[in-house]
T-cell receptor
Framework: KQEVTQIPAALSVPEGENLVLNCSFTDSAIYNLQWFRQDPGKGLTSLLLIQSSQREQTSGRLNASLDKSSGRSTLYIAASQPGDSATYLCAVYAGGFKTIFGAGTRLFVKA | DTGVSQDPRHKITKRGQNVTFRCDPISEHNRLYWYRQTLGQGPEFLTYFQNEAQLEKSRLLSDRFSAERPKGSFSTLEIQRTEQGDSAMYLC????????????FGPGTRLTVL
């Protein structure tokens, strides 16, 4: 059974700091991994999707990496801003049409 | 591309009542997903449609839950005989192979069962 874990559960950093969010999954047989952002009380916004054949994806200040063999993905946020404050979720699609989410990392960027 | 929309945004109901939610996916997306999210948790998969066919349904979903996607366009999720434990955010997402199966989410319907 696929399980997804995100560490840390919460993170508070000063503005301008570079940071890394971690996501681990138990079954390496995945098709893709997606990172989302969720603001309080809102739906999810897709940030990056990494196919199983890829090692990383970049969008602006965000870089996501995938290491299937070790069951890990990281989301790197460069030069963090107060507007980056949100919950970040990773999700694994492992076939069978199911997507499994982690519980998320709540990020607070202090001005 | 107007995004995924959901209606209503909020629903308050009494225990035992039936409720129905609607999701309108991005028009060219043939894949549609329903999720349930409770406070402090990630979304939990409920069911998946490819066009009008319901191809996957979570074993966690009781018989009180049913979903349809007639004509492969909008979808509805119905909960019969609601219970207080059904209180949650219900999220809908859509995708297509053409977008690498990136899932795009709607704003969600928040259900409160009194």
């Amino acid at each position: 059974k696929q399980e997804v874990t995100q560490i840390p559960a919460a993170l508070s950093v000063p503005e301008g700091e570079n940071l890394v969010l971690n996501c681990s999954f138990t079954d390496s047989a995945i098709y893709n991994l997606q990172w989302f952002r969720q603001d309080p009380g809102k739906g999810l916004t897709s940030l990056l999707l990494i196919q199983s054949s890829q090692r990383e994806q970049t969008s602006g200040r965000l870089n996501a990496s995938l290491d299937k063999s070790s069951g890990r993905s990281t989301l790197y946020i460069a030069a963090s801003q107060p507007g980056d404050s949100a919950t970040y979720l990773c999700a694994v699609y492992a076939g069978g049409f199911k997507t499994i989410f982690g519980a998320g990392t709540r990020l607070f960027v202090k001005a | 591309d107007t995004g995924v929309s959901q209606d209503p945004r909020h629903k308050i109901t009494k225990r035992g009542q039936n409720v129905t939610f609607r999701c309108d996916p991005i028009s060219e997306h043939n894949r549609l997903y329903w999720y349930r999210q409770t406070l402090g948790q990630g979304p939990e998969f409920l069911t998946y449609f490819q066009n009008e066919a319901q191809l996957e349904k979570s074993r966690l979903l009781s018989d009180r839950f049913s979903a349809e996607r007639p004509k492969g366009s909008f979808s509805t999720l119905e909960i019969q005989r609601t219970e207080q434990g059904d209180s949650a955010m219900y999220l809908c997402a859509s995708s297509s192979i053409g977008t690498g199966d990136t899932q795009y989410f709607g704003p969600g319907t928040r259900l409160t069962v009194l």
